[in-house]
């Protein structure tokens, strides 16, 4: 069974930092990419980051160069996200998904349950 975990979600002041994790399980981590996404109250769903785990290529959003990290450590199966400088309209519910690559929802075939990250002004 495809299981993807998120964690390492909360409440932050802006300009703080969190970092997330993805527990994946039950999938050839080497054979797929992990992409990041977030959906705002109201907002649609989209892409963060994502990381290619056969090759370690990295992608990000424009909203997000410079501030947010994404790694993986292969041994474990698990993605992390590390998120600085953290603004208010960072807010938002962070799933990640395990799929082909890019920073499209349909480009995904398995998904997590999310993690609420609140940035707070």
């Known amino acids: 069974e495809v299981q993807l975990v998120e964690s390492g979600g909360g409440l932050v002041q802006a300009g703080g930092s969190l970092r997330l994790s993805c527990a994946a399980s039950?999938?050839?981590?080497?054979?797929?990419?992990i992409g990041w996404f977030r959906q705002g109250p109201g907002k649609e769903r989209v892409g963060v980051s994502c990381?290619?785990?056969?090759?370690?290529?990295?992608y990000y959003a424009d909203s997000v160069k410079g501030r947010f990290t994404i790694s993986s450590d292969n041994a474990k199966n698990t993605v992390y996200l590390q998120m600085n400088s953290l603004k208010p309209e960072d807010t938002a519910v962070y799933y990640c998904?395990?799929?082909?690559?890019?920073?499209?929802?349909?480009?995904?075939?398995?998904w997590g349950k999310g993690t609420l990250v609140t940035v707070s002004s």
């Open positions: 039950g999938f050839t981590f080497d054979d797929y990419a």
């Open positions: 990381i290619i785990n056969s090759d370690g290529s990295t």
């Open positions: 998904a395990a799929g082909g690559g890019g920073l499209t929802p349909p480009e995904y075939d398995y």
